[in-house]
Protein backbone atom coordinates (compact mmCIF):
# COMPACT_ATOMS: atom_id res chain seq x y z
CA UNK A 1 0.00 0.00 0.00
CA UNK A 2 1.07 3.51 -0.66
CA UNK A 3 -0.48 7.18 -0.13
CA UNK A 4 -0.10 9.74 -2.50
CA UNK A 5 -1.06 13.81 -3.54
CA UNK A 6 -3.08 13.54 -6.98
CA UNK A 7 -5.61 15.03 -8.97
CA UNK A 8 -7.75 12.06 -7.41
CA UNK A 9 -7.04 13.31 -4.04
CA UNK A 10 -4.51 11.75 -1.26
CA UNK A 11 -5.95 8.23 -0.40
CA UNK A 12 -4.30 4.85 -0.47
CA UNK A 13 -3.37 3.22 -3.64
CA UNK A 14 -1.71 0.19 -4.95
CA UNK A 15 0.72 0.19 -7.78
CA UNK A 16 2.19 -2.86 -9.66
CA UNK A 17 3.55 -3.80 -13.18
CA UNK A 18 1.71 -6.22 -15.07
CA UNK A 19 2.65 -7.46 -18.86
CA UNK A 20 5.87 -4.73 -18.38
CA UNK A 21 2.92 -1.60 -18.23
CA UNK A 22 2.94 0.19 -15.00
CA UNK A 23 -0.07 0.82 -13.16
CA UNK A 24 -1.41 2.22 -10.14
CA UNK A 25 -4.92 3.08 -8.49
CA UNK A 26 -5.65 5.69 -6.35
CA UNK A 27 -9.18 6.16 -4.71
CA UNK A 28 -11.02 4.62 -7.77
CA UNK A 29 -8.47 6.85 -9.94
CA UNK A 30 -6.14 4.33 -12.02
CA UNK A 31 -3.00 5.35 -14.17
CA UNK A 32 -1.32 3.10 -16.58
CA UNK A 33 2.56 4.17 -17.27
CA UNK A 34 3.80 2.85 -20.99
CA UNK A 35 7.48 2.38 -21.60
CA UNK A 36 8.17 5.40 -23.21
CA UNK A 37 6.90 7.30 -20.44
CA UNK A 38 3.65 8.32 -21.05
CA UNK A 39 0.98 8.44 -18.23
CA UNK A 40 -2.74 8.20 -18.91
CA UNK A 41 -5.39 8.36 -15.58
CA UNK A 42 -8.78 8.26 -15.15
CA UNK A 43 -11.92 7.32 -13.24
CA UNK A 44 -13.06 3.27 -13.14
CA UNK A 45 -15.51 2.64 -16.13
CA UNK A 46 -19.29 2.00 -15.44
CA UNK A 47 -19.88 -1.27 -13.48
CA UNK A 48 -23.00 -2.94 -15.71
CA UNK A 49 -23.68 -6.21 -14.31
CA UNK A 50 -25.17 -6.59 -11.08
CA UNK A 51 -28.15 -8.56 -9.23
CA UNK A 52 -29.93 -8.73 -6.21
CA UNK A 53 -31.83 -10.49 -3.84
CA UNK A 54 -34.67 -10.94 -6.54
CA UNK A 55 -32.26 -13.38 -8.48
CA UNK A 56 -32.45 -15.71 -4.83
CA UNK A 57 -29.21 -16.43 -5.48
CA UNK A 58 -27.43 -12.61 -4.42
CA UNK A 59 -28.02 -9.93 -1.43
CA UNK A 60 -29.20 -6.60 -0.94
CA UNK A 61 -31.74 -4.52 -3.23
CA UNK A 62 -30.14 -1.94 -6.03
CA UNK A 63 -29.64 1.42 -3.62
CA UNK A 64 -27.44 -0.80 -2.01
CA UNK A 65 -25.42 -1.91 -5.11
CA UNK A 66 -25.53 2.19 -6.00
CA UNK A 67 -24.14 3.17 -2.66
CA UNK A 68 -21.59 0.86 -2.76
CA UNK A 69 -20.40 1.93 -6.00
CA UNK A 70 -20.65 5.63 -5.57
CA UNK A 71 -18.45 4.69 -2.86
CA UNK A 72 -15.70 2.90 -4.53
CA UNK A 73 -15.79 5.48 -7.06
CA UNK A 74 -17.98 4.76 -9.67
CA UNK A 75 -20.20 7.33 -11.39
CA UNK A 76 -22.67 4.93 -13.45
CA UNK A 77 -23.54 1.30 -12.91
CA UNK A 78 -26.14 -0.58 -14.15
CA UNK A 79 -28.97 -2.84 -12.34
CA UNK A 80 -29.35 -5.97 -14.62
CA UNK A 81 -30.99 -8.88 -12.50
CA UNK A 82 -31.84 -12.17 -14.21
CA UNK A 83 -35.52 -11.48 -16.24
CA UNK A 84 -37.90 -13.50 -15.53
CA UNK A 85 -39.89 -15.79 -17.89
CA UNK A 86 -43.27 -16.93 -18.21
CA UNK A 87 -42.79 -20.51 -18.02
CA UNK A 88 -40.70 -22.03 -15.22
CA UNK A 89 -37.07 -21.93 -16.98
CA UNK A 90 -35.10 -22.39 -13.94
CA UNK A 91 -36.83 -20.27 -11.78
CA UNK A 92 -34.65 -21.18 -8.64
CA UNK A 93 -32.57 -18.22 -9.70
CA UNK A 94 -34.32 -15.58 -11.22
CA UNK A 95 -37.23 -13.35 -10.54
CA UNK A 96 -40.79 -13.88 -10.92
CA UNK A 97 -42.89 -12.12 -14.07
CA UNK A 98 -45.41 -10.91 -10.96
CA UNK A 99 -41.84 -9.47 -8.80
CA UNK A 100 -40.79 -7.20 -11.84
CA UNK A 101 -42.45 -4.03 -10.77
CA UNK A 102 -41.21 -4.56 -7.34
CA UNK A 103 -37.79 -4.67 -9.72
CA UNK A 104 -38.01 -1.21 -11.46
CA UNK A 105 -39.84 0.40 -8.32
CA UNK A 106 -36.37 -0.65 -6.44
CA UNK A 107 -34.78 0.76 -9.36
CA UNK A 108 -36.14 4.24 -9.78
CA UNK A 109 -35.22 4.37 -5.43
CA UNK A 110 -31.57 4.01 -6.75
CA UNK A 111 -31.43 6.47 -9.55
CA UNK A 112 -32.56 8.80 -6.57
CA UNK A 113 -29.20 8.96 -4.79
CA UNK A 114 -27.09 11.68 -5.50
CA UNK A 115 -23.22 11.10 -7.37
CA UNK A 116 -24.02 8.24 -9.16
CA UNK A 117 -26.14 7.12 -12.52
CA UNK A 118 -27.98 4.24 -12.50
CA UNK A 119 -29.48 2.63 -15.79
CA UNK A 120 -32.50 0.15 -15.52
CA UNK A 121 -30.52 -2.75 -17.24
CA UNK A 122 -31.32 -6.52 -17.60
CA UNK A 123 -29.62 -10.16 -17.79
CA UNK A 124 -31.56 -12.12 -20.21
CA UNK A 125 -30.96 -15.49 -20.83
CA UNK A 126 -31.16 -16.96 -24.61
CA UNK A 127 -32.89 -20.88 -25.04
CA UNK A 128 -34.51 -22.63 -27.28
CA UNK A 129 -38.04 -20.44 -28.02
CA UNK A 130 -37.01 -17.83 -25.45
CA UNK A 131 -38.14 -14.63 -28.83
CA UNK A 132 -41.74 -15.72 -28.00
CA UNK A 133 -41.61 -13.47 -24.68
CA UNK A 134 -38.60 -12.13 -24.82
CA UNK A 135 -39.09 -10.75 -28.85
CA UNK A 136 -42.04 -8.75 -27.09
CA UNK A 137 -41.72 -7.66 -23.49
CA UNK A 138 -37.88 -6.78 -23.60
CA UNK A 139 -38.85 -3.82 -26.25
CA UNK A 140 -41.42 -2.52 -23.74
CA UNK A 141 -39.64 -2.36 -20.65
CA UNK A 142 -38.11 1.13 -21.71
CA UNK A 143 -34.05 -0.77 -20.62
CA UNK A 144 -31.23 1.02 -20.70
CA UNK A 145 -28.65 -1.62 -21.48
CA UNK A 146 -29.64 -5.12 -22.18
CA UNK A 147 -27.09 -8.28 -21.71
CA UNK A 148 -27.51 -11.17 -23.12
CA UNK A 149 -26.23 -14.76 -21.70
CA UNK A 150 -26.56 -18.46 -21.95
CA UNK A 151 -26.26 -20.69 -18.77
CA UNK A 152 -27.85 -23.54 -19.82
CA UNK A 153 -27.30 -25.52 -23.58
CA UNK A 154 -31.02 -26.93 -23.79
CA UNK A 155 -34.15 -26.63 -21.87
CA UNK A 156 -36.63 -28.99 -22.09
CA UNK A 157 -39.92 -28.18 -21.94
CA UNK A 158 -41.52 -31.91 -22.53
CA UNK A 159 -39.33 -33.55 -19.94
CA UNK A 160 -40.44 -31.54 -16.44
CA UNK A 161 -38.63 -28.73 -17.87
CA UNK A 162 -34.97 -29.96 -17.44
CA UNK A 163 -31.96 -27.57 -17.96
CA UNK A 164 -28.33 -29.25 -19.00
CA UNK A 165 -25.59 -26.53 -18.27
CA UNK A 166 -22.99 -25.64 -20.37
CA UNK A 167 -20.22 -27.91 -19.23
CA UNK A 168 -20.06 -31.65 -19.86
CA UNK A 169 -16.83 -33.77 -18.81
CA UNK A 170 -17.39 -36.44 -21.03
CA UNK A 171 -17.29 -34.21 -23.75
CA UNK A 172 -15.49 -31.33 -23.75
CA UNK A 173 -15.19 -29.92 -27.65
CA UNK A 174 -18.98 -31.04 -27.85
CA UNK A 175 -19.73 -28.83 -24.31
CA UNK A 176 -17.92 -25.58 -25.76
CA UNK A 177 -18.94 -26.63 -29.91
CA UNK A 178 -22.57 -26.21 -28.64
CA UNK A 179 -22.22 -23.35 -26.20
CA UNK A 180 -20.96 -20.99 -28.93
CA UNK A 181 -23.34 -22.27 -31.25
CA UNK A 182 -25.90 -20.83 -28.59
CA UNK A 183 -24.16 -17.53 -28.49
CA UNK A 184 -24.07 -17.51 -32.36
CA UNK A 185 -28.08 -17.65 -32.23
CA UNK A 186 -28.32 -15.28 -29.18
CA UNK A 187 -26.47 -12.71 -31.33
CA UNK A 188 -29.02 -13.05 -34.70
CA UNK A 189 -32.18 -12.72 -32.61
CA UNK A 190 -31.17 -8.66 -32.42
CA UNK A 191 -32.61 -8.90 -28.55
CA UNK A 192 -29.27 -8.20 -27.01
CA UNK A 193 -27.25 -5.11 -26.72
CA UNK A 194 -23.92 -6.82 -25.31
CA UNK A 195 -22.50 -10.79 -24.45
CA UNK A 196 -22.27 -11.51 -21.15
CA UNK A 197 -19.27 -13.68 -19.89
CA UNK A 198 -18.39 -14.85 -23.26
CA UNK A 199 -16.53 -18.02 -22.25
CA UNK A 200 -18.42 -18.76 -19.10
CA UNK A 201 -17.75 -22.68 -19.89
CA UNK A 202 -14.45 -22.57 -18.67
CA UNK A 203 -15.70 -21.69 -14.85
CA UNK A 204 -16.63 -25.51 -15.14
CA UNK A 205 -14.05 -27.73 -17.02
CA UNK A 206 -11.28 -27.46 -19.42
CA UNK A 207 -10.22 -25.39 -22.64
CA UNK A 208 -10.08 -27.68 -25.81
CA UNK A 209 -7.31 -27.71 -27.98
CA UNK A 210 -6.39 -24.06 -29.18
CA UNK A 211 -6.94 -24.88 -32.54
CA UNK A 212 -10.17 -25.72 -31.98
CA UNK A 213 -10.86 -23.34 -29.59
CA UNK A 214 -10.27 -20.79 -32.09
CA UNK A 215 -12.16 -22.39 -34.47
CA UNK A 216 -15.05 -21.56 -32.27
CA UNK A 217 -14.79 -18.63 -30.78
CA UNK A 218 -13.86 -16.33 -34.26
CA UNK A 219 -17.20 -17.58 -36.17
CA UNK A 220 -19.25 -16.54 -32.79
CA UNK A 221 -17.24 -13.16 -32.44
CA UNK A 222 -17.95 -12.33 -36.21
CA UNK A 223 -21.41 -13.05 -35.59
CA UNK A 224 -21.68 -10.59 -32.45
CA UNK A 225 -19.92 -8.05 -35.18
CA UNK A 226 -22.80 -8.92 -37.91
CA UNK A 227 -25.32 -7.84 -35.10
CA UNK A 228 -23.42 -5.09 -33.84
CA UNK A 229 -23.50 -6.08 -30.33
CA UNK A 230 -20.88 -5.58 -27.62
CA UNK A 231 -18.73 -7.74 -25.80
CA UNK A 232 -18.52 -7.65 -21.60
CA UNK A 233 -15.68 -7.78 -19.53
CA UNK A 234 -16.72 -9.65 -16.58
CA UNK A 235 -14.71 -9.53 -13.71
CA UNK A 236 -16.25 -12.46 -11.63
CA UNK A 237 -13.72 -14.75 -13.07
CA UNK A 238 -11.23 -13.70 -10.42
CA UNK A 239 -13.49 -14.73 -7.85
CA UNK A 240 -13.52 -18.47 -9.68
CA UNK A 241 -11.32 -21.06 -9.70
CA UNK A 242 -10.36 -20.35 -13.52
CA UNK A 243 -8.86 -16.66 -11.85
CA UNK A 244 -9.45 -14.51 -14.65
CA UNK A 245 -11.50 -12.58 -16.67
CA UNK A 246 -14.37 -13.81 -18.99
CA UNK A 247 -13.72 -13.75 -21.37
CA UNK A 248 -9.57 -14.28 -21.94
CA UNK A 249 -6.85 -12.27 -23.45
CA UNK A 250 -6.78 -14.13 -26.20
CA UNK A 251 -10.49 -13.81 -27.19
CA UNK A 252 -9.96 -9.63 -26.56
CA UNK A 253 -7.65 -9.71 -29.05
CA UNK A 254 -9.78 -11.17 -31.53
CA UNK A 255 -12.73 -9.22 -30.73
CA UNK A 256 -10.79 -5.74 -31.35
CA UNK A 257 -9.64 -6.88 -34.49
CA UNK A 258 -13.54 -7.02 -35.54
CA UNK A 259 -14.24 -3.81 -33.69
CA UNK A 260 -16.71 -5.30 -30.99
CA UNK A 261 -17.44 -2.55 -28.45
CA UNK A 262 -16.54 -3.72 -24.84
CA UNK A 263 -18.08 -2.87 -21.49
CA UNK A 264 -17.55 -3.74 -18.22
CA UNK A 265 -19.42 -5.67 -15.44
CA UNK A 266 -18.16 -6.65 -12.39
CA UNK A 267 -21.10 -9.07 -12.01
CA UNK A 268 -21.84 -8.17 -8.61
CA UNK A 269 -23.76 -10.34 -6.14
CA UNK A 270 -23.19 -8.29 -3.20
CA UNK A 271 -22.93 -4.90 -3.26
CA UNK A 272 -19.19 -5.21 -1.92
CA UNK A 273 -18.69 -6.44 -5.17
CA UNK A 274 -19.10 -3.66 -7.21
CA UNK A 275 -16.24 -2.41 -9.28
CA UNK A 276 -14.69 -5.40 -8.21
CA UNK A 277 -11.18 -6.09 -10.32
CA UNK A 278 -12.46 -3.37 -12.30
CA UNK A 279 -8.11 -1.93 -12.35
CA UNK A 280 -6.86 -5.61 -13.76
CA UNK A 281 -9.90 -5.37 -16.70
CA UNK A 282 -9.27 -1.98 -17.97
CA UNK A 283 -5.17 -2.92 -18.26
CA UNK A 284 -6.46 -5.83 -20.04
CA UNK A 285 -8.38 -4.32 -22.32
CA UNK A 286 -5.68 -1.34 -22.62
CA UNK A 287 -3.17 -4.98 -23.77
CA UNK A 288 -5.76 -5.99 -25.91
CA UNK A 289 -5.74 -2.90 -27.85
CA UNK A 290 -9.02 -1.32 -26.99
CA UNK A 291 -8.78 2.40 -26.50
CA UNK A 292 -12.38 2.89 -26.22
CA UNK A 293 -15.66 1.67 -23.84
CA UNK A 294 -19.56 1.55 -24.60
CA UNK A 295 -22.08 3.37 -22.90
CA UNK A 296 -25.77 3.23 -23.01
CA UNK A 297 -28.52 5.20 -22.81
CA UNK A 298 -31.88 3.73 -23.93
CA UNK A 299 -29.92 1.31 -25.71
CA UNK A 300 -28.35 3.51 -27.55
CA UNK A 301 -24.44 3.00 -27.52
CA UNK A 302 -22.05 5.77 -27.12
CA UNK A 303 -18.26 5.15 -27.23
CA UNK A 304 -16.00 7.16 -24.93
CA UNK A 305 -12.36 6.55 -24.46
CA UNK A 306 -11.37 4.50 -21.60
CA UNK A 307 -9.35 7.64 -20.22
CA UNK A 308 -12.57 9.32 -20.03
CA UNK A 309 -13.61 10.97 -17.37
CA UNK A 310 -17.76 11.24 -16.89
CA UNK A 311 -18.95 14.95 -16.24
CA UNK A 312 -22.21 13.42 -14.15
CA UNK A 313 -23.05 16.96 -13.34
CA UNK A 314 -23.02 18.19 -17.28
CA UNK A 315 -25.13 15.18 -18.81
CA UNK A 316 -27.79 15.20 -15.76
CA UNK A 317 -28.05 18.70 -16.85
CA UNK A 318 -28.35 17.86 -20.21
Not at 269 to 288: K, N, S, T, W
Request: charged share 25%; proline share 5%; with cysteine.
Amino acid sequence: MWRTESKAGRGDGVQCSVFGIQWSVVDSRYSVTYGAGMEISSVLPPDYHCHTLLCKHAEGRPVEYARAARDCGLTEMACTEHNPAPEPFDPEHRMDLDEFARYREWVSEAQALDGIRVLFGIEADYYEGCEAFLGKWLPEQDFDYVLGSIHYTRYERDNGHRLTGVFDANDVEGSWARYFALVRELAATGLYDVSAHFDLPKRFGPLPKPDVMESLVKPTLDALAQADMGLEINTSGFTHDVNEQYPSLTILRWANERGIPISFGSDAHRPERMGGDFERAVQLAIEAGYTERAEYRKRVRTMRSLTATPDLAKESAE
